[in-house]
């Protein structure tokens, strides 16, 4: 092979080394591209996916602001039935008494007074309620200044309620070991206050509904327990266990909102457990329900000693 056919050999392998050269800057300018790509894509999927995620929040906003009206207008409808209910009672007394050369008996008197009382009271604890729920909201501690023994809460909360003279159940109140001689540094007001909310529940959902047919349809009489017992986190458990018609475990945190009533045929605002959980947190306890509970319903509300 001659001098010229080494220099041409040379000059097309150096030929050869550029065009190889000049292929790998570009393979590289094209792998860069690639990788940019490759992260504009996933950045692009993640913004979609961000998008999705907020249309999803923006429709469960969205029915959630739906079911709040509906709520709220539910509520206005009930306050106006519970307010009107017990003011045409009054209405009736009122009359009955007014009248010219009325004369009653003493025990038409005894049951005009009595009903004047309830009625009255019945008012007087619905706008008490409506009080409590404009500040349910409100994350400020409650005083806690009593220093109370458990069982005298569970006591005031019964007489609060009225349980004991509810006609269409049986109530008991259950000592667990330690628990009777338990004390609680707390609010002896608004911790009654809570649990009396709870025993409320209780009464109205172990009635028979408007729909079943009142009093007449009660077989055998529902059972109301107030359980006391101490936990391992050093707090009181005050459950009340009721055989009335439960919660569904998925309604679990929904009944805890405002207005919420899971049955339209039982009375009542939808703002009790709102107002008995937010009264518990600001104690520095809480209200859950035990969803493992499959007889009725069970509220365990919680304090700290």
Do not use: C
Request: aromatic share 6%; no cysteine.
């Amino acid at each position: 092979m001659g001098t010229d056919d080494v220099k041409q050999l040379h000059a097309q392998l150096q030929e050869l080394r550029e065009d190889y050269e000049a292929l790998k800057h570009n393979f590289d300018i094209m792998s860069d591209g690639y990788q940019e790509s490759l992260l504009l894509y996933d950045k692009l999927m993640e913004t979609y996916h961000e998008l999705e995620e907020s249309n999803k929040q923006l429709d469960i906003a969205h029915h959630r602001a739906e079911e709040a009206s509906r709520m709220k207008t539910y509520f206005i409808q009930q306050i106006s039935h519970e307010i009107r209910t017990p003011l045409n009672i009054l209405s009736g007394f009122t009359q009955v008494l007014t009248m010219p050369d009325m004369e009653l008996d003493n025990a038409t008197k005894e049951e005009v007074a009595k009903g004047i009382g309830d009625n009255t009271e019945r008012i007087t604890s619905l706008v008490n309620k409506m009080l409590e729920l404009a500040d349910a909201k409100s994350s400020d501690g409650l005083e806690r200044n009593d220093d109370v023994p458990a069982v005298q809460i569970a006591a005031q909360a019964a007489d609060e309620s009225r349980i004991t003279l509810a006609s269409h159940l049986t109530f008991d109140i259950d000592l667990a070991e330690g628990a009777d001689m338990a004390m609680l540094h707390t609010n002896l007001h608004q911790a009654t206050r809570a649990l009396s909310l709870l025993l409320d529940n209780a009464m109205k959902f172990t009635h028979p509904a408007e729909a079943a047919g009142g009093a007449a349809a009660v077989k055998e009489k529902a059972r109301v327990m107030l359980r006391l017992s101490l936990t391992a986190e050093q707090q009181i458990a005050f459950a009340v266990e009721d055989t009335g018609i439960g919660v569904p475990p998925e309604e679990a945190e929904h009944i805890f909102e405002e207005f919420v009533q899971l049955d339209d045929y039982y009375d009542g605002t939808g703002i009790g457990l709102t107002v008995a959980r937010s009264i518990a947190r600001r104690l520095g306890g809480d209200i859950v329900l035990d969803t493992d509970y499959t007889n009725g319903a069970r509220f365990v509300f919680t304090l700290p000693i």
